[in-house]
């Protein structure tokens, strides 16, 4: 079925939520069909002329008269206590709960976790486990309500209003402001994001991260990849681009000529200007970054490029263009460069930017890492 009938069942009470919920409907339709059917049945056939015999009306009708006042109450009764256990059930918040505080305002909703990390109108939280969230508001009247999870409370000011439950499976659940609160209260929404445990705790010990902070140096080598640096640059020298292994502080030849050290200032500017100072050896093939990759990019880079300097032995003075190297075995510093740079920053960089985001350039990838990050106003 392509359009759903109700919201999926996101919670572990959604599921007797709608049982109950159906079971009353289904009754409701029932006498209503009954009674209505009987109403008009009647009406038509002892309609004012009809011919249809009028005497001896039965005056009572003992097992009739029970079968009506008993079926219906039994059946109320029954409606009542599985509606009321379940009505129990999701206002008892379990002892073991994990406390979420939540404030609402016009329009929008602030979250805080028991560790400080908050978000706004983002509900992070692990699946399997019971989450009660503690409720008010800072203005008017507002509710919290989350479809998926069967779950809607009403957030007042001045008063804390409580409710729990604990979501089924992983996934993104939209939450609304169930009460009309103003000009922008179709707006005051979110989602709540329910993850395996594991990763709900890297999230909360990440400061409310997606992914954990990375240093220079892991963000440079990912945006090596990104901005595929690599496809020229490989461990080894070629005739397409010059190794950039262990070439910080060492002397570079420029061609037409003359030393140069790789100083931080040298790096930056082969990276934006590259045909100022081209490597000696090869023709003005690297295209221009000045202004595809931000200052920061570039400070990452520069780590990146100075931490292959810990991929050399020491003693090793240079590999960068040396013909020897080209042959060297599996062992050499330049392939298990090549190793951890498919490894683990391909991996970071494929997780977190995802296949198609590999082609971005600077100012995009910043923006996904940002993106990445919960505002934490
Ligand atoms: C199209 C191939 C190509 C791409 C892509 C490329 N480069 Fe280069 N790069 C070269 C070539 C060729 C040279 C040598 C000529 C020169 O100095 O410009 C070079 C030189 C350099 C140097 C100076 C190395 C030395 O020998 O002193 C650095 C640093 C550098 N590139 C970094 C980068 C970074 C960082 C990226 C990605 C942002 C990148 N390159 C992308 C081809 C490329
Ligand atoms: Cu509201």
Redesign the pocket.
């Known amino acids: 079925m392509n359009f759903p009938f109700a919201p999926q069942q996101g919670s572990t009470i959604a599921y007797q939520h709608d049982v109950v919920f159906y079971a009353l409907v289904a009754l409701t339709i029932v006498f209503t069909v009954l009674v209505y059917a009987m109403v008009i049945f009647f009406a038509v056939r002892y309609r004012q002329g009809s011919k249809v015999s009028r005497h001896n009306p039965p005056h009572e009708n003992l097992p009739l008269e029970i079968a009506w006042t008993v079926i219906p109450t039994i059946l109320g009764l029954i409606m009542f206590f599985f509606g009321a256990k379940l009505f129990i059930e999701m206002r008892t918040s379990p002892k073991d709960a994990q406390d979420v505080y939540v404030v609402g305002k016009q329009w929008m909703w602030h979250i805080q976790h028991s560790n400080g990390v908050r978000e706004n109108n983002t509900l992070h939280i692990p699946v399997g486990q019971p989450v009660r969230l503690t409720l008010i508001s800072q203005d008017v009247i507002h509710a919290f309500y989350v479809p998926d999870f069967r779950c809607q409370i009403h957030v007042v000011p001045g008063r804390y209003t409580t409710m729990w439950f604990t979501a089924a499976k992983a996934g993104k659940y939209p939450f609304y402001c169930a009460m009309f609160c103003g000009t922008q209260h179709s707006e005051m929404g979110g989602y709540v994001y329910a993850m395996p445990p594991e990763e709900y705790a890297r999230w909360l010990n990440n400061g409310g991260n997606n992914v954990a902070p990375m240093s220079m140096e892991e963000r440079g080598g990912r945006?090596?990849k990104v901005?595929?640096?690599?496809?020229?640059?490989k461990q080894l020298?070629d005739e397409?681009?010059?190794?950039?292994v262990g070439?910080y502080n060492k002397q570079?030849?420029?061609?037409g000529g003359g030393h140069?050290t790789?100083d931080e200032a040298?790096?930056r500017e082969?990276?934006l200007k590259?045909?100022?100072?081209?490597?000696a050896?090869?023709?003005?093939?690297?295209?221009e970054?000045e202004g595809?990759?931000s200052e920061e990019?570039?400070l990452d880079?520069?780590a990146?490029?100075k931490s292959l300097n810990g991929m050399m032995p020491s003693g090793t003075t240079t590999v960068?263009?040396t013909e020897a190297q080209k042959g060297s075995s599996g062992n050499s510093p330049a392939s298990r460069l090549a190793t951890e740079s498919n490894t683990a920053s391909g991996q970071e960089a494929s997780r977190s930017l995802g296949a198609t985001d590999m082609n971005e350039t600077?100012p995009a990838v910043n923006a996904v890492a940002a993106e990445n990050r919960t505002d934490r106003k």
């Open positions: 945006l090596f901005l595929a640096c690599d496809n020229c640059h020298s397409r681009a010059p190794s950039l070439i570079r030849n420029i061609s140069q790789a040298y790096l082969s990276i590259p045909g100022a100072q081209l490597t050896g090869y023709g003005p093939t690297m295209p970054y595809q990759v990019d570039v880079l520069i990146y490029i960068a263009t600077g």
